[in-house]
């Protein structure tokens, strides 16, 4: 049996398409694995806050040594890396918002990617300290369209970033699934929704 943490961070409801299409994969998954669990969370509708100066003075302080205040600063953070490290795959829908990702995942990458807990540094440099074995889907939804090999791909903030600060911590395995070309018209938007559909249902197969 194995732990799914499932996160969207789209601020849409009904109308987001990164939230359907990660309610398709997770519901497909739990029909195909009764016996896996599902922890969520909803970073569009109940983001965490940014970091801020009491964050940064808890998180670079040895733990012996915070204060109630600092112990109360990190709290949040504790509990969210606690919950992170715990799952033992993970979902993510994240729309595209000005080419990267919305403020939303960012302030959450910024509560778990802390020193001493999900990386280390040591004499070779940076170390990631979550198992990299543990695998992660992320669907992404967007306007439209930046193809590898194409000029639009230098556009591309978000995959290649979302890559780096995951494998930073560790997480090697990471497949994308990309809902584009939302905004080139009715015909690329439907043939986009169908692809992705398409990948949801071959990777509940495969991952």
Known sequence: MANILHIDSSPRGERSISRSLTYEFVTSWKNSHPGD??????????????????????????????????????????????????????????????????????????????????????????????????????????????????????YDYQEPYLRAILGFIGLIDVTFIHADSLNLGDEARQQSLAAAKEAIAQTITSW
């Open 37 to 154: 669990t599902v922890t969520y969370r909803d970073l569009g509708h109940h983001p965490v806050p940014h970091v801020d100066e009491s964050w940064i003075a808890a998180a670079f302080t040895p733990p012996d040594a915070r204060t109630p205040e600092l112990v109360e600063a990190i709290q949040l953070s504790d509990s969210l890396i606690d919950e992170f490290l715990a799952a033992d795959r993970y979902v993510f829908g994240i729309p595209m918002y000005n080419l990267n990702i919305p403020s939303t995942f960012k302030a959450y990458i910024d509560q778990i990617v802390r020193v001493g807990r999900t990386f280390g540094i040591d004499a070779n440099g940076y170390k990631g300290l979550v198992d990299s074995s543990k695998k992660v889907l992320i669907i992404t939804s967007r306007g439209g369209a930046f193809p590898p090999g194409t000029p639009f791909a230098a």
